[in-house]
């Protein structure tokens, strides 16, 4: 089995403006989706960041304590699936449609077979006279915090607790979050990084490092 051997190398710098530019303003398929997501970006510092969530501890939600994508399942009355992105945006992280540049661009339909549905990728831009985000709902979500673009580049082979017990799989490390699974492949697809080949099996000894951070 192929792993990824050491970083890959850091795109050069662009901006959030830049890196929207390549997503026209659509309008997604309709009924495609169970869920959808919202990949906000800010300018900071030193390069592009990107908004993360780490879920709340529950034990009967599956993502419990991971790290995600703004985002949730489609509701009946949502009418579209920018519409749910946009409501889970506000209830997850109180940002709303003002908070950013402009309408969320489609990025496309991504699967999540870890949790059965395929999910609805929206991205946007965080304004300049938007307030920060906020845990907007602690039930849901533990934490925000900002994560630079150039984190993605970094693999490391890890292990992780799942509902199929422990698992090896591919994770970027940034400031004690792990992110892994489909939230970081998607975010690694949006910045045109290369795939990976992704070990997912059962742990054995010695061969992966132990990180728990539920």
């Known amino acids: 089995m192929r792993l990824a051997a050491g970083p890959t190398p850091r795109p050069p710098r662009t901006s959030a403006v830049d890196v929207l530019a390549r997503f ?55 009418g579209s ?15 709303g449609p003002a908070d950013l540049t402009g309408p969320p661009r489609f990025v496309g339909v991504s699967p999540a077979p870890r949790f059965g549905l395929h999910v609805g990728v929206f991205a946007g ?32 082979l890890l292990t992780r607790e799942t509902e199929r017990g422990p698992v090896r799989v591919l994770g970027t490390i940034y400031e004690g979050h792990m992110v892994w699974g489909f939230t970081r492949r998607v975010l690694r697809e949006f910045f045109g ?15 992966a490092v132990r990180l728990d951070l539920d």
Do not use: C, K, M, Y
């Open 24 to 78: 026209p303003v659509l309008r997604p398929p309709v009924s495609t989706a169970g869920a959808a997501v919202t990949i906000v970006l800010r300018d900071g510092s030193a390069e592009v960041e990107i908004l993360l969530i780490e879920r709340a501890t529950n034990p009967d939600d599956p993502a419990s304590g991971e790290v995600a994508l703004p985002g949730g399942h489609v509701h009946e009355g949502d």
């Open 81 to 95: 699936l920018a519409a749910t992105a946009l409501r889970e945006l506000r209830e997850e992280v109180g940002l």
């Open 125 to 156: 831009g965080l304004s300049a006279t938007a307030g920060p985000p906020v845990v907007a709902d602690p039930d849901e979500v533990a934490h925000v915090f900002w994560l630079p673009q150039a984190a993605l580049s970094e693999s490391r």
């Open 193 to 207: 990084l290369p795939l990976e080949d992704q070990p997912v099996g059962p742990v054995l000894p010695g061969n």
